[in-house]
Protein backbone atom coordinates (compact mmCIF):
# COMPACT_ATOMS: atom_id res chain seq x y z
CA UNK A 1 0.00 0.00 0.00
CA UNK A 2 2.69 2.32 0.84
CA UNK A 3 4.19 2.14 -2.70
CA UNK A 4 0.71 2.65 -4.27
CA UNK A 5 0.68 5.80 -2.49
CA UNK A 6 4.31 6.82 -3.52
CA UNK A 7 3.23 6.22 -6.86
CA UNK A 8 -0.09 8.32 -6.69
CA UNK A 9 2.24 11.03 -5.25
CA UNK A 10 4.56 11.39 -8.15
CA UNK A 11 2.73 10.00 -11.26
CA UNK A 12 0.73 12.19 -13.33
CA UNK A 13 -1.36 11.07 -16.17
CA UNK A 14 -1.51 13.79 -18.67
CA UNK A 15 -5.44 14.59 -19.66
CA UNK A 16 -6.69 12.97 -22.46
CA UNK A 17 -7.34 16.32 -25.32
CA UNK A 18 -10.30 15.21 -27.48
CA UNK A 19 -9.65 17.67 -29.82
CA UNK A 20 -7.22 15.77 -32.88
CA UNK A 21 -5.40 19.22 -33.51
CA UNK A 22 -4.30 20.16 -30.12
CA UNK A 23 -3.37 16.87 -29.00
CA UNK A 24 -0.83 16.81 -32.08
CA UNK A 25 0.17 20.53 -30.92
CA UNK A 26 1.37 18.98 -27.54
CA UNK A 27 4.24 17.33 -29.06
CA UNK A 28 5.18 20.09 -30.90
CA UNK A 29 8.43 22.62 -29.87
CA UNK A 30 9.33 24.23 -32.71
CA UNK A 31 8.80 25.20 -36.37
CA UNK A 32 10.82 22.30 -37.22
CA UNK A 33 8.18 19.99 -35.91
CA UNK A 34 5.19 21.45 -37.54
CA UNK A 35 7.01 20.86 -40.78
CA UNK A 36 7.65 17.11 -40.10
CA UNK A 37 3.75 17.36 -38.93
CA UNK A 38 2.92 18.82 -42.23
CA UNK A 39 4.82 16.84 -44.18
CA UNK A 40 3.35 13.43 -42.53
CA UNK A 41 -0.39 14.61 -42.92
CA UNK A 42 -0.15 16.17 -46.25
CA UNK A 43 0.13 14.18 -49.95
CA UNK A 44 3.81 14.26 -51.21
CA UNK A 45 2.89 17.27 -54.07
CA UNK A 46 1.52 19.42 -51.43
CA UNK A 47 4.06 19.11 -48.88
CA UNK A 48 6.68 19.98 -51.64
CA UNK A 49 4.50 22.41 -53.38
CA UNK A 50 4.80 24.68 -49.81
CA UNK A 51 8.17 23.30 -49.02
CA UNK A 52 10.11 23.48 -51.87
CA UNK A 53 12.44 25.83 -53.59
CA UNK A 54 13.97 27.08 -56.95
CA UNK A 55 16.05 24.96 -59.03
CA UNK A 56 19.11 23.75 -55.86
CA UNK A 57 16.97 25.33 -53.27
CA UNK A 58 20.54 26.73 -51.67
CA UNK A 59 18.76 30.17 -51.25
CA UNK A 60 15.89 28.97 -49.39
CA UNK A 61 17.71 27.60 -47.34
CA UNK A 62 20.27 29.77 -46.56
CA UNK A 63 17.44 32.41 -45.75
CA UNK A 64 17.01 30.73 -42.49
CA UNK A 65 20.90 29.37 -42.09
CA UNK A 66 21.87 33.08 -41.75
CA UNK A 67 20.02 33.79 -39.11
CA UNK A 68 21.26 31.29 -36.89
CA UNK A 69 24.52 32.34 -37.53
CA UNK A 70 24.14 35.67 -35.93
CA UNK A 71 24.29 35.69 -32.10
CA UNK A 72 23.87 37.63 -29.27
CA UNK A 73 26.22 39.69 -26.89
CA UNK A 74 23.63 39.74 -23.60
CA UNK A 75 23.72 42.10 -21.32
CA UNK A 76 23.22 41.24 -17.42
CA UNK A 77 21.65 42.73 -14.31
CA UNK A 78 18.93 44.55 -15.84
CA UNK A 79 15.25 45.00 -14.19
CA UNK A 80 13.59 42.41 -17.47
CA UNK A 81 10.36 41.76 -15.29
CA UNK A 82 8.51 43.95 -17.99
CA UNK A 83 9.46 43.31 -21.56
CA UNK A 84 6.92 44.49 -24.06
CA UNK A 85 7.37 43.36 -27.62
CA UNK A 86 5.65 46.07 -29.06
CA UNK A 87 6.35 48.72 -31.95
CA UNK A 88 4.58 50.19 -34.80
CA UNK A 89 4.27 49.33 -38.48
CA UNK A 90 2.70 51.67 -41.18
CA UNK A 91 2.21 54.04 -38.68
CA UNK A 92 0.10 52.00 -35.92
CA UNK A 93 0.73 49.64 -32.91
CA UNK A 94 1.36 46.67 -33.04
CA UNK A 95 2.10 43.42 -30.57
CA UNK A 96 5.41 42.14 -32.15
CA UNK A 97 6.99 43.01 -35.44
CA UNK A 98 5.73 40.43 -37.43
CA UNK A 99 3.09 40.51 -40.61
CA UNK A 100 2.12 37.09 -41.96
CA UNK A 101 3.47 36.96 -45.58
CA UNK A 102 0.90 35.98 -49.14
CA UNK A 103 0.60 32.49 -50.24
CA UNK A 104 -1.03 31.06 -52.88
CA UNK A 105 -3.58 28.34 -52.98
CA UNK A 106 -3.67 28.52 -48.71
CA UNK A 107 -6.79 25.76 -48.89
CA UNK A 108 -4.22 22.89 -50.19
CA UNK A 109 -2.75 22.77 -46.92
CA UNK A 110 -6.37 23.10 -44.96
CA UNK A 111 -10.21 23.43 -46.12
CA UNK A 112 -10.42 26.37 -44.22
CA UNK A 113 -7.30 27.69 -45.67
CA UNK A 114 -6.99 31.86 -45.51
CA UNK A 115 -9.79 32.28 -43.42
CA UNK A 116 -8.17 30.17 -40.70
CA UNK A 117 -4.59 32.71 -40.94
CA UNK A 118 -6.94 36.28 -40.51
CA UNK A 119 -9.02 34.48 -37.40
CA UNK A 120 -5.54 33.64 -35.91
CA UNK A 121 -4.20 36.95 -36.89
CA UNK A 122 -6.82 39.08 -35.17
CA UNK A 123 -7.11 37.08 -32.34
CA UNK A 124 -3.24 37.93 -31.54
CA UNK A 125 -3.74 41.78 -32.97
CA UNK A 126 -0.83 41.37 -36.28
CA UNK A 127 -1.22 41.99 -39.75
CA UNK A 128 -1.98 39.42 -42.60
CA UNK A 129 -1.76 39.39 -46.20
CA UNK A 130 -4.13 37.92 -48.53
CA UNK A 131 -2.49 36.75 -51.85
CA UNK A 132 -3.98 38.11 -55.39
CA UNK A 133 -3.74 34.52 -56.21
CA UNK A 134 -5.42 33.34 -52.61
CA UNK A 135 -8.43 30.91 -52.20
CA UNK A 136 -10.67 33.01 -50.30
CA UNK A 137 -11.95 36.31 -51.16
CA UNK A 138 -10.96 39.98 -50.31
CA UNK A 139 -14.62 40.15 -48.53
CA UNK A 140 -14.42 36.89 -47.33
CA UNK A 141 -11.41 37.84 -45.30
CA UNK A 142 -12.75 40.79 -44.28
CA UNK A 143 -15.66 39.11 -42.66
CA UNK A 144 -13.39 36.53 -41.00
CA UNK A 145 -10.96 38.69 -39.69
CA UNK A 146 -14.42 41.39 -38.36
CA UNK A 147 -16.00 37.82 -36.70
CA UNK A 148 -13.12 37.43 -33.91
CA UNK A 149 -12.01 40.05 -30.87
CA UNK A 150 -9.61 41.72 -32.55
CA UNK A 151 -6.67 42.03 -30.04
CA UNK A 152 -5.04 45.29 -31.62
CA UNK A 153 -5.70 49.40 -31.80
CA UNK A 154 -8.47 50.38 -33.71
CA UNK A 155 -9.46 48.22 -36.84
CA UNK A 156 -8.54 44.83 -38.31
CA UNK A 157 -5.15 44.53 -40.39
CA UNK A 158 -5.91 43.03 -43.54
CA UNK A 159 -2.99 43.68 -46.41
CA UNK A 160 -3.58 42.78 -50.02
CA UNK A 161 -0.96 41.26 -52.12
CA UNK A 162 -1.21 42.25 -56.39
CA UNK A 163 0.30 40.81 -58.65
CA UNK A 164 0.43 42.94 -62.00
CA UNK A 165 -1.29 40.92 -64.30
CA UNK A 166 -1.85 41.87 -67.54
CA UNK A 167 -5.39 42.67 -67.56
CA UNK A 168 -5.02 45.99 -65.60
CA UNK A 169 -9.10 46.20 -65.57
CA UNK A 170 -8.47 43.38 -63.11
CA UNK A 171 -5.70 44.68 -61.13
CA UNK A 172 -7.78 47.99 -60.79
CA UNK A 173 -11.17 46.46 -59.52
CA UNK A 174 -9.27 43.98 -57.08
CA UNK A 175 -7.52 46.78 -55.74
CA UNK A 176 -11.12 48.76 -55.46
CA UNK A 177 -12.52 45.82 -53.82
CA UNK A 178 -9.96 46.08 -51.65
CA UNK A 179 -10.46 49.51 -50.54
CA UNK A 180 -14.23 48.84 -49.76
CA UNK A 181 -13.27 46.44 -47.17
CA UNK A 182 -11.12 48.88 -46.12
CA UNK A 183 -7.93 46.73 -46.21
CA UNK A 184 -4.68 49.03 -45.25
CA UNK A 185 -1.84 48.21 -47.49
CA UNK A 186 -0.78 47.14 -50.67
CA UNK A 187 1.55 45.13 -51.49
CA UNK A 188 2.97 44.83 -54.69
CA UNK A 189 5.28 42.13 -55.06
CA UNK A 190 7.93 42.42 -58.09
CA UNK A 191 10.03 39.34 -58.30
CA UNK A 192 7.55 37.23 -60.60
CA UNK A 193 8.42 38.85 -64.29
CA UNK A 194 8.74 34.82 -64.57
CA UNK A 195 8.30 32.23 -62.39
CA UNK A 196 11.47 30.41 -60.59
CA UNK A 197 12.02 26.93 -61.83
CA UNK A 198 10.89 24.87 -58.76
CA UNK A 199 12.32 21.64 -59.09
CA UNK A 200 10.23 19.68 -56.53
CA UNK A 201 7.25 20.92 -58.79
CA UNK A 202 8.36 19.81 -62.02
CA UNK A 203 8.95 16.51 -61.30
CA UNK A 204 5.54 15.78 -59.14
CA UNK A 205 3.57 17.31 -62.49
CA UNK A 206 2.25 19.37 -59.70
CA UNK A 207 -1.00 21.13 -61.04
CA UNK A 208 -3.09 23.37 -58.92
CA UNK A 209 -5.66 22.50 -57.60
CA UNK A 210 -3.94 19.05 -56.88
CA UNK A 211 -5.60 16.34 -59.28
CA UNK A 212 -7.11 13.16 -57.58
CA UNK A 213 -6.39 10.67 -60.41
CA UNK A 214 -3.88 7.46 -61.14
CA UNK A 215 -0.93 9.01 -60.64
CA UNK A 216 -2.14 10.49 -56.97
CA UNK A 217 -4.23 7.54 -56.16
CA UNK A 218 -1.74 5.77 -53.88
CA UNK A 219 -0.75 9.08 -52.06
CA UNK A 220 -4.63 9.85 -51.77
CA UNK A 221 -5.03 6.41 -49.93
CA UNK A 222 -1.91 7.30 -47.77
CA UNK A 223 -3.60 10.64 -46.37
CA UNK A 224 -7.45 9.51 -46.02
CA UNK A 225 -8.02 12.74 -43.91
CA UNK A 226 -6.44 14.93 -46.35
CA UNK A 227 -8.41 13.86 -49.04
CA UNK A 228 -11.63 13.27 -47.75
CA UNK A 229 -11.68 17.16 -46.87
CA UNK A 230 -10.54 17.96 -50.31
CA UNK A 231 -13.42 16.01 -51.57
CA UNK A 232 -15.80 17.44 -49.50
CA UNK A 233 -14.70 21.14 -49.37
CA UNK A 234 -15.92 23.66 -52.08
CA UNK A 235 -13.46 23.97 -54.92
CA UNK A 236 -10.26 25.49 -54.79
CA UNK A 237 -10.34 28.66 -56.95
CA UNK A 238 -8.28 32.07 -57.33
CA UNK A 239 -10.88 33.45 -55.28
CA UNK A 240 -10.20 37.12 -55.91
CA UNK A 241 -10.44 36.03 -59.54
CA UNK A 242 -13.29 34.03 -60.13
CA UNK A 243 -15.42 36.89 -57.87
CA UNK A 244 -14.50 39.38 -60.87
CA UNK A 245 -16.82 40.85 -63.30
CA UNK A 246 -13.82 39.86 -65.51
CA UNK A 247 -13.08 36.35 -64.27
CA UNK A 248 -14.38 34.86 -67.44
CA UNK A 249 -10.95 36.84 -69.82
CA UNK A 250 -8.42 34.88 -66.87
CA UNK A 251 -8.17 31.57 -65.42
CA UNK A 252 -9.20 31.51 -62.25
CA UNK A 253 -8.19 27.52 -60.76
CA UNK A 254 -11.73 26.32 -61.64
CA UNK A 255 -9.68 23.87 -63.96
CA UNK A 256 -6.30 22.93 -62.55
CA UNK A 257 -3.49 25.14 -63.79
CA UNK A 258 0.30 24.64 -63.96
CA UNK A 259 1.37 27.34 -61.97
CA UNK A 260 4.44 28.57 -64.37
CA UNK A 261 2.41 29.05 -67.25
CA UNK A 262 -0.31 30.91 -65.34
CA UNK A 263 2.22 33.03 -64.67
CA UNK A 264 4.18 33.78 -67.49
CA UNK A 265 0.97 34.28 -69.85
CA UNK A 266 -1.11 36.33 -67.67
CA UNK A 267 1.32 38.14 -65.30
CA UNK A 268 2.84 41.38 -66.94
CA UNK A 269 6.74 41.29 -67.48
CA UNK A 270 6.81 45.01 -68.49
CA UNK A 271 6.03 46.17 -65.08
CA UNK A 272 8.16 48.83 -63.91
CA UNK A 273 8.55 51.56 -61.82
CA UNK A 274 5.86 53.68 -62.83
CA UNK A 275 3.27 51.17 -62.37
CA UNK A 276 3.48 52.78 -58.19
CA UNK A 277 2.36 56.11 -59.82
CA UNK A 278 -0.54 54.04 -60.94
CA UNK A 279 -1.44 52.37 -57.87
CA UNK A 280 -1.57 55.76 -56.19
CA UNK A 281 -3.93 57.21 -58.83
CA UNK A 282 -6.06 54.22 -58.07
CA UNK A 283 -5.39 53.46 -53.94
CA UNK A 284 -5.55 56.39 -51.06
CA UNK A 285 -3.79 53.58 -48.57
CA UNK A 286 -0.32 52.54 -47.68
CA UNK A 287 2.06 50.93 -50.20
CA UNK A 288 4.89 47.79 -49.87
CA UNK A 289 7.03 46.66 -52.41
CA UNK A 290 7.78 43.44 -51.87
CA UNK A 291 11.03 41.39 -53.59
CA UNK A 292 13.65 44.25 -53.17
CA UNK A 293 17.15 42.60 -53.40
CA UNK A 294 19.41 45.55 -53.96
CA UNK A 295 20.23 48.58 -52.03
CA UNK A 296 19.81 50.39 -54.85
CA UNK A 297 16.40 49.40 -55.56
CA UNK A 298 15.94 50.53 -51.89
CA UNK A 299 16.64 54.03 -52.47
CA UNK A 300 14.06 53.52 -55.31
CA UNK A 301 11.33 52.78 -53.46
CA UNK A 302 12.46 55.63 -51.18
CA UNK A 303 12.57 58.16 -54.64
CA UNK A 304 9.01 56.38 -55.29
CA UNK A 305 7.37 57.51 -52.08
CA UNK A 306 6.55 53.83 -50.98
CA UNK A 307 5.94 53.45 -47.19
CA UNK A 308 7.82 50.41 -46.87
CA UNK A 309 10.69 47.92 -48.46
CA UNK A 310 9.95 44.87 -48.21
CA UNK A 311 13.34 42.50 -48.52
CA UNK A 312 12.43 39.43 -50.28
CA UNK A 313 13.90 36.52 -52.23
CA UNK A 314 10.36 34.85 -52.30
CA UNK A 315 10.76 32.58 -49.85
CA UNK A 316 13.81 30.79 -52.25
CA UNK A 317 10.79 30.25 -54.72
CA UNK A 318 12.35 32.53 -57.33
CA UNK A 319 16.20 32.82 -58.22
CA UNK A 320 18.23 30.83 -57.01
CA UNK A 321 21.96 32.20 -55.82
CA UNK A 322 19.42 35.79 -54.71
CA UNK A 323 20.64 37.78 -51.76
CA UNK A 324 19.38 36.50 -48.38
CA UNK A 325 17.13 39.41 -47.20
CA UNK A 326 18.16 39.72 -43.66
CA UNK A 327 22.17 40.15 -45.18
CA UNK A 328 20.37 43.26 -46.54
CA UNK A 329 18.84 45.02 -43.44
CA UNK A 330 21.98 46.82 -42.08
CA UNK A 331 22.97 48.10 -45.47
CA UNK A 332 19.97 49.05 -46.64
CA UNK A 333 18.97 50.85 -43.64
CA UNK A 334 22.51 52.63 -43.27
CA UNK A 335 21.62 54.09 -47.10
CA UNK A 336 18.07 54.92 -47.04
CA UNK A 337 17.89 56.12 -43.17
CA UNK A 338 14.17 56.73 -41.68
CA UNK A 339 13.01 57.47 -44.88
CA UNK A 340 10.44 54.28 -45.30
CA UNK A 341 9.95 50.81 -43.59
CA UNK A 342 11.30 48.21 -43.68
CA UNK A 343 10.60 44.78 -43.68
CA UNK A 344 12.38 41.62 -44.00
CA UNK A 345 11.24 38.85 -45.83
CA UNK A 346 11.92 34.84 -45.59
CA UNK A 347 13.86 32.42 -43.31
CA UNK A 348 12.58 33.56 -39.55
CA UNK A 349 11.76 30.67 -37.69
CA UNK A 350 11.75 31.33 -33.87
CA UNK A 351 10.64 34.76 -31.89
CA UNK A 352 15.08 34.97 -31.26
CA UNK A 353 14.82 35.83 -35.20
CA UNK A 354 12.27 38.90 -34.57
CA UNK A 355 14.66 40.07 -32.04
CA UNK A 356 17.70 39.74 -35.13
CA UNK A 357 15.92 41.62 -37.68
CA UNK A 358 14.78 44.03 -35.56
CA UNK A 359 18.38 45.10 -34.11
CA UNK A 360 19.39 45.20 -37.42
CA UNK A 361 17.43 48.06 -38.28
CA UNK A 362 13.99 46.04 -39.36
CA UNK A 363 10.97 47.71 -38.50
CA UNK A 364 9.35 43.95 -38.90
CA UNK A 365 9.50 40.46 -40.19
CA UNK A 366 7.20 38.83 -42.66
CA UNK A 367 6.39 35.10 -42.40
CA UNK A 368 4.85 32.47 -44.82
CA UNK A 369 5.95 28.72 -44.83
CA UNK A 370 5.47 28.69 -41.22
CA UNK A 371 1.92 29.00 -40.90
CA UNK A 372 1.61 27.01 -43.93
CA UNK A 373 3.86 24.40 -41.80
CA UNK A 374 1.09 25.31 -38.79
CA UNK A 375 -2.35 25.04 -41.32
CA UNK A 376 -0.87 21.64 -42.25
CA UNK A 377 0.15 19.93 -39.11
CA UNK A 378 -3.46 20.91 -36.90
CA UNK A 379 -5.17 24.11 -39.10
CA UNK A 380 -6.29 26.97 -37.36
CA UNK A 381 -4.97 25.95 -34.10
CA UNK A 382 -1.79 25.23 -35.38
CA UNK A 383 -1.57 29.02 -36.86
CA UNK A 384 -2.28 30.07 -33.09
CA UNK A 385 0.59 28.11 -31.55
CA UNK A 386 2.47 29.28 -34.10
CA UNK A 387 1.96 32.98 -33.64
CA UNK A 388 2.19 32.24 -29.77
CA UNK A 389 5.32 30.56 -30.17
CA UNK A 390 6.97 33.83 -31.95
CA UNK A 391 5.45 35.87 -29.63
CA UNK A 392 7.02 34.27 -26.03
CA UNK A 393 10.00 33.18 -28.16
CA UNK A 394 10.76 37.19 -28.86
CA UNK A 395 10.01 38.14 -25.07
CA UNK A 396 11.83 35.50 -23.49
CA UNK A 397 15.12 36.61 -25.78
CA UNK A 398 14.78 40.04 -25.21
CA UNK A 399 14.51 39.21 -21.64
CA UNK A 400 17.69 37.08 -21.72
CA UNK A 401 19.69 39.88 -23.26
CA UNK A 402 18.60 42.47 -20.87
CA UNK A 403 16.40 44.31 -23.23
CA UNK A 404 12.86 45.88 -22.45
CA UNK A 405 11.29 47.68 -26.10
CA UNK A 406 12.41 47.01 -29.03
CA UNK A 407 13.55 50.58 -29.40
CA UNK A 408 16.34 49.05 -27.27
CA UNK A 409 17.44 46.84 -29.69
CA UNK A 410 20.28 47.53 -31.91
CA UNK A 411 23.12 46.04 -33.81
CA UNK A 412 24.93 46.42 -30.61
CA UNK A 413 23.13 43.45 -29.09
CA UNK A 414 24.56 40.91 -32.15
CA UNK A 415 27.52 39.23 -32.96
CA UNK A 416 28.41 37.30 -36.28
CA UNK A 417 27.08 40.41 -37.83
Known sequence: MAVLGSLRSVVRFRRFERNGDLRRLQSVADVDDLRRLAERRLPGGVFDYIDGGAEDERTMAENTEAYRRIGFH???????????????LLGRAVPMPLVLAPTGFTRIADPQGELAVARACARAGIPYTLSTMGTRSIEEMAAASDSVTWAGEGERRLWFQVYVW????LVQEMVERAAAARYEALVLTVDTAYLGRRERDVRRGMELPPKLGPGTIVDGIRHPDWTRRFLTNEPIVFANVATSTRAQAVPDGTSAVDLAQQINTQFDA?????EIAWLRSIWDGKIV???IQTVADARLCVDHGVDAACLSNHGGRQLDGAPVPISLVAPTRDAIGDAIEVIVDGGARRGSDLVKARALGADAV?????????LGAA??????????????GMRRTMALCGQT???DLSPELLSGV
Open 270 to 274: SLSWD
Open 74 to 88: PRVLRDVSNVDTSTS
Open 166 to 169: RDRG
Open 379 to 392: GEAGVDWLLDFYAS
Open 366 to 374: MAGRPYLYA
Open 405 to 407: TTS
Open 289 to 291: VKG
